[in-house]
């Protein structure tokens, strides 16, 4: 029992916490960065021209249909032969962010066609330029009802953030992997991988929660169940 | 002789092969207040749409105080929009906004005003539609009447010099008309030009300088109420007169 703390103290948990940071910074800048991508993908694949918003589509069909280890390898692994070296770390973040910027962008679309067009031609008949009105009118109101959908993908990118260290980004999943293969406790070591991994989706959720909190006005309410 | 503060000339749209309006024109004079009547699909709303290019005609001029109007110019369009103040049938309030803010944004972000300015004389357009103390509620916490009294303040904060109202009272419960065609009136004495399309031929009868009677796509007569109610020339007009009538009263 004594040499299975001291095996904990010494080695488990500054492994995982080190992983823990790592992963924090990969989620954080790519949470952000995809949720920026995918209302602007989102509102081009709506608002756009036709070749703005084919362009939009396509992207969404390309990073939402490959699997997301394959688009990491191709940018860690493939982009050096046409001469473009990202560290493990970049590669990680655009690779998220992408793919969380095409899921995102499908949330916001949906919320950006259920706002009534009665609500443009007010703006409209006022002197709202297209983008003016997009920015202080149709936004604001997508974002409240998309904010749902979008908490959702946020929980998601926390989990897919373990696939970093498939390009050697070590995160908390690289640790505990490392450290596995090397005490072969894989059991012990994976459930508190699993643990760290449900406090941070835990947080998440109440954070997301009171953000929508803060959001909700009257005529917003989402159902809760 | 008085020229017209806004002048239509032969507006017409096509969606497809339907023709919805077929060259309509009208000249407005400041503080007209002009009716357009008609079955549903004359082309009363398309008409009121053209007017502030909400709907683009396909062909037609528009001049605003004898300055054309050049749609294709986007600074110009914004422009002459704010100065037509447009009040829809659903409303269509922000629905992410108070009653207040409401009213200021326009304001605030298509005028460049600053947010306390604005602020103030949102509440004044409130006051004057009898709405102030309910400024901080939203949308979803107003009846319809109010909700059409906060679309009438929100374009009044624009200054507008001609204000087009598609069926203002036709979403309403009976009960709720009356105050907002009594914020109406009151816009119709103090001055300003309207032009409303309506079926509350009561209210449209005490008020306007002129009825113009619309079916498919043209105005067929024009007139004083009591010459388009009492004595029309056109048999079609006299028919929707008299059905119009019995649905909807004397009463304003």
Not at chain 1, 11 to 19: D, N, T
Not at chain 1, 115 to 134: E, Y
Not at chain 2, 170 to 199: K, Q, Y
Request: with cysteine; hydrophobic share 45%.
């Amino acid at each position: 029992m004594t040499e299975g703390w001291l095996y904990i103290q010494a080695e488990v948990y500054p492994a995982l916490l080190k992983g823990f940071w790592v992963s924090l910074q990969l989620i954080a800048p790519s949470a952000l960065l995809g949720l920026a991508i995918g209302i602007m993908v989102g509102v081009l694949r709506i608002y756009g021209n036709r070749p703005v918003m084919a362009a939009a589509n396509t992207f969404v069909a390309i990073f939402r249909g490959i699997p997301l280890v394959v688009q990491l390898f191709i940018w860690y692994f493939g982009l050096p032969h046409i001469g473009i070296y990202l560290s493990p770390f970049v590669a990680s973040v655009l690779g998220f962010s992408l793919c969380s910027g095409a899921y995102h962008s499908e949330y916001i679309r949906g919320a950006l066609l259920s706002i009534k067009r009665g609500q443009m031609l007010a703006a409209q008949s006022l002197g709202f330029s297209k983008v003016r009105m997009i920015i202080s009118i149709i936004l604001p109101q997508a974002i409240r009802r998309a904010l749902p959908g979008c908490g959702n993908e946020i929980i998601y990118l926390i989990k897919y953030s373990s696939l970093a260290y498939m390009i050697t980004c070590i995160e908390l999943t690289g640790q505990g992997k490392i450290l596995a293969s090397n005490s072969f406790k894989y059991t012990e070591v994976f459930l508190m991988i699993g643990a760290c991994y449900l406090v941070m989706t835990s947080v998440a959720t109440i954070v997301l929660g009171r953000m929508e909190e803060r959001l909700r006005i009257p005529g917003f309410e989402h159902r809760r169940t | 002789m008085t020229t017209p503060i806004l002048r239509i000339e032969n507006i017409s749209k096509r969606y497809g092969k339907k023709d919805v309006l077929k060259g309509a024109s009208l000249d407005v004079n400041k503080g007209d207040l002009k009716i357009l009547i008609g079955p549903s699909g004359a082309g009363k709303s398309t008409l009121l749409q053209c007017i502030n290019f909400l709907v683009k005609p396909d062909e037609g001029r528009i001049w605003l105080d004898e300055q054309e109007v050049h749609y294709a110019n986007k600074r110009d369009l914004y422009a002459y929009r704010q100065k037509v103040g447009m009040i829809f049938q659903d409303f269509n309030l922000f629905d992410h906004l108070t009653a207040l803010e409401n009213v200021r944004i326009g304001m605030v972000r298509v005028k460049g005003m600053g947010k306390a300015e604005a602020g103030e004389r949102a509440v004044l357009e409130l006051e004057r539609v009898g709405l102030k103390e309910h400024m901080q509620k939203y949308p979803a916490q107003l009846s319809g009447g109010q909700k059409q009294r906060v679309s009438i303040a929100r374009a009044l904060a624009m200054d507008p010099k001609v204000m087009l109202l598609d069926e203002p009272t036709s979403a309403l419960d009976p009960e709720l008309i009356g105050e907002v065609h009594a914020v109406i009136r009151d816009l119709g004495n103090n001055g300003m030009t309207m032009i409303m399309a309506t079926h509350q031929i009561g209210f449209a009868s005490s008020l306007a300088s002129e009825i113009l009677f619309m079916e498919d796509g043209r105005i067929l007569e024009r007139g004083t109420p009591d010459k388009i109610f009492n004595h029309a020339e056109n048999a079609r007009t006299q028919e929707f007169c008299s059905k119009i009538t019995e649905l909807y009263g004397e009463r304003g």
